[in-house]
C-alpha cells in the first residue's frame, strides 16, 4: 500500500545483496530505526502537550513560551540540510549514532533549563538531528530490505513518528502532569538513549553504507521541481501543526475541560494521523495526483469546523481527529513527488522533507499564539494559521 509513495527515496539508493546474519537482523534493524523516530516524535509533540507546564514551571507566559517550540522547528529546519551537506561522506550508521547522541543531549538540557533562554537552546539543540536522522534510516532501510522491498521498509520506519502521537506524546504529557515537565524530557533521554542502543547493536557495520560526493547531494537544490513542492507542502503542513501546537489550550480554556483531557485529545489526533497516512499511501498508489488537493483540501475544511465549532467538546475532539488525518493523505503524495524530483540525493530529501514540514510552523505558531492572550474559544487561535 505505501509502496509507490516510499519507493522513489528507497530505490534511488543502491541496494545491496545481505549475508545470512544480516537478513535475520532485518527486523531487529526496522525495529531500531522505527524506535529513533518514534523518540524524535515524542520530543517534538510531547513539547506542545507540554506548553503549559513548562510555560508555568519558568514563569512564562503562553506566548513566550511558544519560542522554545520555535526554536526546535528552527534546528529541523537549518540542522537537517546542513548536517546532511556536512556529513554526507560519513557512514549512515555512523550518522545515526551520532545524531541520536546529540539529540539524548538536546533533551537532558530541556529537562535541567532553568529560564527562557537555555531552554531554547536545547530545544534548538533537540531539533538539530531531525531532519538528517530520516534521511540517513531511509538509506538504511532500503539497503536492508533489499531490491524491491524498500518503499515498505521506509513506511514501517516511518510508523515510530504516527505512533509517537498516538502513545509518546500523550504519555510524556500525562507524565508531565503528574511527575513534572522536567521528569517527562528524561524520559525521553532515556528513550532516545534505548534507540542509541539499539542502532549500535542492530544496525549493520558495512562499508556498502558509506556516504558519497557533497556535489551530488547539492545538486538537487538546482531543481525547481523540489522547490515548488517544498513551497506547496511547506504552506500547508505550517497551518496543521499550529493547531497541534496549542491542542492544549483549546481544551482547556476553549473547550473548558480539565487537564487530563489532553493526553487524549493528543492521542485522538494521532489515531487521525495513522489512519490518514495509511489512506495517504492508499491514494498515492492508485491517484499519485490528488492527494496533495485531497488531503489539503480536506484539512481547510476540518479546521474551519473546529473554528467554529471547537468550544464543543465533542466537536474539538472530532476535529482534532479530522485535522490529523486529512494532514496524512496529503503526506505520501509530496513525498513521491519530492523524491521523484532528485532520486539521486535521498539522503538530502529526507531532510528537506521534514524542514518543509517544519519551517514556516514558528511563524504559524507566533501567528497562532499572539491572539491566544485574550482568546476565550478555539476560533481566535487557530483562525489566523489557516493557508
Not at 524506535?35 to 524524535?40: K, M, Q, Y
Not at 539524548?104 to 537555555?118: D, K, R
Not at 525521553?188 to 539499539?198: C, D
Not at 473546529?306 to 488525518?325: D, E, I, P, W
Request: one cysteine or more; a positive charge; glycine letters at 12%.
Amino acid at each position: 500500500m505505501h509502496n509507490q509513495a516510499y519507493e522513489p527515496q528507497c530505490n534511488s539508493t543502491k541496494t545491496h545483496c545481505t549475508d545470512a546474519r544480516q537478513i535475520s537482523r532485518r527486523t531487529l534493524t526496522l525495529l531500531a530505526l522505527a524506535l529513533g523516530t518514534f523518540s524524535i516524535g515524542t520530543s517534538e509533540f510531547a513539547s506542545m502537550g507540554l506548553l503549559q507546564q513548562f510555560a508555568a514551571g519558568l514563569e512564562l507566559d503562553l506566548t513566550t513560551a511558544t519560542h522554545a517550540i520555535e526554536a526546535y522547528a528552527l534546528g529541523v529546519v537549518l540542522g537537517g540540510p546542513a548536517v546532511t551537506i556536512l556529513a554526507a561522506k560519513l557512514n549512515r550508521k555512523h550518522l545515526l549514532l551520532a545524531l541520536m547522541g546529540v539529540f539524548v543531549l538536546g533533551n537532558v538540557l530541556s529537562s535541567v533549563a532553568t529560564g527562557l533562554v537555555s531552554f531554547t537552546l536545547a530545544r534548538f539543540l533537540s531539533g538539530i538531528p531531525q531532519g538528517a536522522y530520516f534521511g540517513a534510516g531511509a538509506v538504511v532501510a532500503s539497503y536492508i530490505v533489499g531490491p524491491g522491498q524498500g518503499g515498505r521498509a521506509f513506511a514501517l520506519v516511518m510508523t515510530g513518528l504516527t505512533v509517537a502521537t498516538i502513545v509518546g506524546s500523550p504519555l510524556a504529557t500525562l507524565m508531565g502532569q503528574t511527575l513534572g515537565w522536567r521528569n517527562a524530557y528524561l524520559a525521553v533521554s532515556a528513550l532516545g538513549l534505548l534507540s542509541l542502543v539499539a542502532l549500535w547493536a542492530w544496525v549493520p557495520r558495512s562499508s556498502a553504507l558509506d556516504g558519497g560526493p557533497v556535489l551530488q547531494e547539492l545538486r538537487a537544490l538546482n531543481r525547481p521541481a523540489v522547490w515548488a513542492m517544498v513551497a506547496v507542502a511547506a504552506l500547508g503542513v505550517a497551518s496543521i501543526f499550529a493547531v497541534y501546537t496549542f491542542i492544549g489550550p483549546f481544551v482547556t480554556d476553549g473547550a473548558r475541560l480539565g487537564e487530563h483531557w489532553i493526553p487524549i485529545a493528543l492521542a485522538l489526533f494521532g489515531v487521525g494521523m495513522t489512519l490518514g497516512n495509511v489512506l495517504g499511501g492508499w491514494l498515492a498508489d492508485r491517484h499519485p495526483t490528488r492527494g496533495v488537493a485531497a488531503g489539503f483540501g480536506s484539512a481547510l475544511v476540518a479546521m474551519a469546523l473546529l473554528a467554529m465549532g471547537g468550544q464543543n467538546a465533542g466537536v474539538l475532539m472530532a476535529g482534532l481527529f479530522a485535522v490529523g488525518a486529512t494532514m496524512m493523505v496529503a503526506i505520501p503524495t509530496i513525498q513521491v513527488r519530492l523524491t521523484q524530483a532528485a532520486p539521486d540525493a535521498p539522503t538530502l530529501m529526507g531532510a528537506m522533507n521534514l524542514a518543509r514540514s517544519t519551517w514556516p510552523t514558528p511563524l504559524a505558531r507566533g501567528r497562532a499564539g499572539r491572539p491566544s492572550r485574550r482568546a476565550t474559544g478555539c476560533c481566535q487561535p487557530c483562525g489566523p494559521a489557516l493557508p
